[in-house]
């Protein structure tokens, strides 16, 4: 807990763009913690959502939202309490990731979602961007985009310990994401089956 309370207060307090924000309390960036179950893939998205302007968040702003929608996602019972609290940041992430990009934003953000969908189902550490590029009605460009988006949102990471082939990079997904995601697609099975097409399309590509 001590570590997170560090690494939020050096995260937020630090950036530039948390002018409004400079006098957060201990108190505060705990709260934000213990919502997040101090989960660090989740403060990560927090951080990463919070201090980008381009969305215009504050981390007061954020702390209400993550609480709101805590509440709703709990009452669905579909994920328990350790996974709560990232899939709540990931779903947050996830709806302004468009804002953050010249893309258009609902294409952008579905392919985004998308991408992340087919990762779940993957070696979380060797994920082939090229076989993401085989996915349906996009394009090689469009799908660099979106990964280099899921980067900056800490969604995905590029493995720097595989050597890239033609220039494609391999990237890896955390294993609880992977959870997250699976247990969220396996809830609705109209999507469910969507998803496993889009898997079964990239595998058979590959």
Request: glycine letters at 2%.
């Amino acid at each position: 807990e001590e570590e997170s309370l560090q690494f939020l207060k050096q995260a937020l307090l630090l950036a530039e763009e948390m002018d409004n924000d400079k006098l957060l309390s201990d108190e505060e960036l705990s709260e934000l913690g213990e919502l997040l179950g101090y989960l660090p893939l989740a403060l990560q998205c927090a951080v990463t959502v919070i201090i980008n302007p381009v969305l215009g968040w504050t981390f007061k702003s954020y702390l209400k939202q993550i609480k709101s929608d805590l509440i709703v996602l709990t009452d669905k019972e579909i994920l328990d309490e350790y996974t709560c609290p990232l899939s709540t940041a990931l779903t947050l992430s996830l709806n302004h990731i468009g804002r953050a990009s010249r893309e258009d934003s609902s294409k952008h953000r579905e392919l985004c979602r998308e991408i992340l969908y087919v990762a779940a189902y993957c070696n979380p550490e060797r994920i082939n961007e090229e076989m993401i590029t085989h996915l349906q009605d996009v394009t090689k460009m469009q799908v660099e985009s979106a990964v280099d988006d899921l980067i900056k949102f800490s969604l995905l990471t590029v493995n720097a310990g595989i050597k890239s082939e033609r220039g494609q990079r391999k990237l890896k997904v955390h294993r609880l994401l992977q959870h997250v995601l699976k247990t969220s697609v396996e809830a609705d099975p109209q999507y469910e089956s969507k998803v496993l097409r889009l898997v079964l399309m990239c595998f058979q590509s590959d």
